[in-house]
């Protein structure tokens, strides 16, 4: 499912798609090594070309960096970690989602239409009055 961009322009945490995710790594593979520049300066086009951060570039091309990123985000707001710090990160994903849904509508429609189509319970029929 495609991912509505928000309003914003110069929002950097934009996701990719599928396909750009794709077109990346085929670039990575095929363009970086011979263009002669550092893989910084290379994932500095890309993430301007693409409106993305550099860190996203890094994410998708360097598995080692995704791994680190990942558990780094698995230990951060854990509930065995720190169950203060668990909520507190929560209240704060849902703060930034709710402005989110104001700048996009669309995002929150996608959002709750991802979550029906996720859902193991029960088959959903519709969703916000509509048919799903």
């Known amino acids: 499912m495609k991912y509505p961009k928000l309003a914003d322009k ?3 945490r934009r996701k990719l798609m599928d396909e750009d995710i ?5 670039s990575y593979t095929k363009d970086y090594p011979f263009k002669g520049s550092s893989y910084r300066q290379w994932a500095m086009a890309q993430a301007s070309e693409l409106r993305v951060s550099e860190a996203t570039i890094y994410y998708h091309t360097n598995p080692d960096y995704q ?8 230990r951060a707001h854990s509930k065995a970690h720190d169950l203060e710090d668990y ?14 849904w104001d ?4 995002l929150r429609e996608w959002h709750y239409n991802v ?7 029960a088959k959903r029929k519709t969703v ?5």
């Open 10 to 12: 110069n929002d950097l």
């Open 22 to 26: 794709a077109c990346l790594k085929t």
């Open 67 to 74: 791994a680190k990123m990942k558990t780094k985000n698995a």
């Open 115 to 121: 979550s029906a189509k996720n859902e193991k319970r």
């Open 87 to 100: 909520e507190a990160h929560r209240a704060a994903e849902i703060q930034l989602r709710m402005r989110r």
């Open 128 to 132: 916000m009055g509509k048919p799903l």
């Open 103 to 106: 700048r996009n509508p669309d």
